[in-house]
Structure formats: C-alpha cells, structure tokens
C-alpha cells in the first residue's frame, strides 16, 4: 500500500491563493443552480399552464410568456448565484458600481430594451396573435412567434425572418385576411371595339362558377376607368375563411377562367396600345465598300 504524505509546499500556496475563488465559484453554482432548477421544472410549467387555461385562444400570449419566463429564471437564478457568492453587499452598498451597470445598459442596450417593450406591446395587442397573416413595408407572412427581441414570420416561399419589434411597432401592419370573409379584384382591359356589358356579364358568370367564391354578397363586376387606349372593368368576388384558403389559386382558377370565356365570346383582353408619332425621318445613303469615296 502506498502511504499518503503530505501535499507539497508549491501546492498548498495555489490552494491557498485560489481557495476564496473556489468557495465563491462553488457557491455561485449551487445557487444558481437549485435556482435554476426550481424556476425551469416547477415555476415555469405551472406558470405556462395557467396562462395556457386562461388564454385558450391566444397562442401569442403563451408564446410570449415562455419566452419572458425563461429570462426571468435566468435573472433570477444569476442573483441568487451572486449573494450566495458573498457579493449581496456590493450590489446594494455600491453605488458606484450600480451607476456603472446601469450606465452600459442604457447605451448598449437601447435598442435591446426599444425591441423589448414593443415586443410586450404586440403581445398586448388583441388584433396581432400568433398565426395570424400581416403584411408591413418589408413584407409579408404568417407570425410564428413573438421572441424577446424579434417576431419570426414565415413568408409565402415557407422561409423564416426575423423581424425586429421595433420596425413592427413604428410601421403601420395590415391584416388582409383577419376577418371571415376576404374580397378579391381582379381587373381586366377590354378594347373599345368590344362590347363592355357582355364582358361584365362573363365576368360575373365566370365569379359564379368557382366554387370557393360565395353566393352572398355576390360576386360584382364595373367599368372602373376609361382609358386612352382600353376600357378596365374589374371584378369584385367573395371568399370565406381567407386563412385556410388558397387565395392565390382562385386569383389563378378565375384567370384562366375568364382567358377561356373572353375568347369563346371573342373579347379582346389588354390590346396592345396605338401611339401615334410625328416628326421627321431621316435617311442617309450607304456607300458601297469598293467606293472608298
């Protein structure tokens, strides 16, 4: 059996410089920890499934409550991990390094804080849910999730942006499909040789003909606008439940649709446009290549 002696002199002096670090190391880590655990297993679950019962039909809400949890534990955690470390005092006796904190918060972390708050005021708002189809200046698609910082929203090509709180909140957002029923309008450029009532007819029978398009209101077709070279009549049809609807594919289907009746009846869509031109022409003669003059 090997006999155990005593450490050795170089040994016991770097246990001895670092001994305070390791107790205030380990200290911080079982703080941090039990916090960490209690808030993540216990807290935080039993938070999400109140806030789930009481918000059935609001995914926004519990999105964003697990998202504000999760920080809340960290933060938590942390600062518990800090006093149990023997660093309660300096947080609350030391003004100046208070000051310091929150002078690098406020300069680094405005933008953080902007995004922040106006992420709480999307969560907030009742017209702006998980789900849900928006379109704002830098584009469109269906809100997944409000995060701490961004909103993810998938676009129409199935691709994942992060949009910034911020740039939602201060631009102005358009639900297109938040009610029930969606009107789509198409408009189509009839010659002036043609006759304009019966190209309103068909555009009419052609709306009734769809099946995605409703009966009431019913579909509606007007001479919008005169111009220099074509009549443009427009077609106003109906859909219902736009979310779960392909709006795209009826906008396509009633195209095809009215391409088909327009050159059964012999109707001329968007004919090309007559200018006239005045001015003077001038020719000059090409000299033959054995001429040299």
């Known amino acids: ?124 708002d009742p017209d702006f849910n998980v789900g849900d ?16 910082r961004v909103t993810r929203v998938r676009t129409p090509d199935n691709e994942t942006i992060a949009v910034p709180n911020t740039e939602l909140t201060s631009n102005a957002l358009t639900r297109p499909y938040g009610r029930d029923q969606y009107r789509i309008t198409e408009q189509v450029y009839v010659a002036y040789e043609d006759d304009a009532e019966r190209a309103l007819m068909e555009l009419q029978a052609t709306a009734a003909e769809l099946e995605a398009v409703l009966e009431e209101p019913s579909p509606n077709a007007r001479i919008l606008e005169l111009g220099e070279n074509a009549i443009t009549v427009q077609a106003e049809l109906w859909t219902q439940d736009p979310l779960n609807s392909d709006i795209q594919t009826v906008r396509s289907d009633f195209r095809r649709l009215v391409k088909r009746r327009f050159d059964e009846a012999g109707i001329t869509i968007a004919p090309p446009s007559a200018q006239s031109l005045t001015g003077e022409v001038a020719v000059t003669e090409r000299q033959s290549e054995g001429s040299g003059r």
């Open 1 to 124: 059996m090997i006999g155990q002696g005593p450490l050795p002199e170089w040994l016991r002096e770097v246990l001895s410089v670092y001994d305070p670090v390791l107790s205030e190391l380990f200290w911080f880590t079982v703080g941090f920890g039990v916090v960490y655990l209690v808030g993540t297993v216990a807290v935080a679950p039993i938070v999400s499934r109140v806030v789930r019962a009481r918000n059935r039909n609001n995914p926004t809400i519990q999105t964003a409550t697990n998202t504000y949890l999760r920080v809340l534990v960290v933060a938590f955690a942390t600062l518990t991990g800090t006093i149990a470390a023997g660093y309660g005092n300096v947080l609350s006796e030391s003004a100046v390094i208070i000051a310091a904190i929150t002078f690098v918060l406020g300069i680094a972390g405005q933008q953080v804080f902007g995004s922040l708050i106006s992420g709480m005021f999307l969560v907030a």
């Open 133 to 148: 189809w928006i379109a704002w200046p830098g584009g469109e698609g269906t809100v997944e999730a409000v995060d701490f």
